[in-house]
């Protein structure tokens, strides 16, 4: 399955496994395993989307929007719990107001979930670690 690298981006082959010990980028050499969230913006969101064959939860935010900062900590959490299963990131609506438009953000936080570069679930709100859990279990 392809696999897009956390740290430089780039795409990488990996057998699907139910677990993964390690799985390191052919690249750059960090670990595939690393489950921070990605920063995307105009220029890298298509290709980060369309090049993962494992399902992608964007997380449309802002830095001075309340609910967006009390979930950033579950976002976080949850993207610990699906390595290699699910693909974990955000992008800053104010900094990147062409891709909010694009999509028809009109609160956040607002959570789509892609899978084979389709949008297949939108969620607009904040949610708590084990609503986000669940929500992502749907898709893997």
Excluded at 9 to 38: E, F, R
Excluded at 119 to 137: H, N, P, W, Y
Aim: proline share 6%.
């Amino acid at each position: 399955m392809h696999i897009v690298c956390p740290h430089c981006l780039s795409v990488n082959n990996v057998p699907q496994k139910n677990s993964y010990i390690k799985a390191n980028c052919g690249k750059c050499k960090k670990s595939l395993l690393d489950t921070k969230p990605i920063e995307l913006t105009n220029a890298n969101f298509d290709e980060v989307v369309i090049n993962s064959d494992i399902p992608v939860i964007v997380d449309f935010w802002a830095p001075w929007c309340g609910p967006c900062r009390m979930m950033a900590p579950n976002f976080e959490k949850v993207a610990k719990k699906f390595a290699l299963k699910t693909l974990f990131v955000k992008v800053n609506t104010e900094n990147e107001q062409n891709l909010g438009s694009r999509f028809g953000i009109r609160s956040i936080p607002t959570l789509i979930i892609f899978k084979n570069a389709k949008e297949v679930q939108r969620i607009s709100g904040a949610l708590d670690e084990t609503s986000l859990s669940r929500l992502v279990e749907q898709f893997n």
